[in-house]
């Protein structure tokens, strides 16, 4: 049995439908992950996102309108209150400022629906599908100040359909995502992730526990 103290605590940032973070919520709930979602914080009073905290118990915040800056603060304060460890980025539609992303270096994770660096930004599955590419996919990776950029933990792929749509190839994808990004924390909750340079590597686990 997993002591709950040896659980890492998790800061889950949404905006929408938080598919993403019902997944995590769940893993996190079957011992998948060695971590317990201890706040989720919303930047949109309306999202589906905070019915799912709700349900599952976890102390639920929506964002003030404010500047940037005195937004990012206050996610700070919450998270700290909460003593988070590893902040998952799950639909956050607000580009965080630089000072946040130095204050969590290395602890900011996201997940974005496309094999990056291709097709960063908003609608990555439009870009995609403009693009012609027959193959696309998701990433999870940590996050620097720009974005979608940062080292990449794991990536999944998808083919690319001719009768697809950006709905048809948004609906695939999302399974993906949440397998994608449970898999990515779990190795961060083991202790198992290692950041050189760009490239991140996965250690063994007897390595990670000694
Ligand atoms: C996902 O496609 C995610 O990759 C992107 O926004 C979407 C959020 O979906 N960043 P959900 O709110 O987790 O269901």
Redesign the pocket.
Known sequence: MVMQGSLKPLGVL????????QAILDACAQGVVAGRVACVISSNARAF?GERAKNAGVPYYVLPNATPEERDAHITALLKKHDVQGVC???YMRLLTAGFVDTWWDRVF????SLLPAFKGMNAQRQALSAGVKVTG?TVHFVRPAMDEGPIILQATTPVFADDTEDTL?QR??PL?HRTYVQALKWYCDDRLRIQGERVFVIPAAEAKS
């Open positions: 949404v905006s929408g439908y938080g598919s993403n973070l996102a980025l799950a639909g996201n997940i974005h629906p998701c948004a994808l999302l995502e």
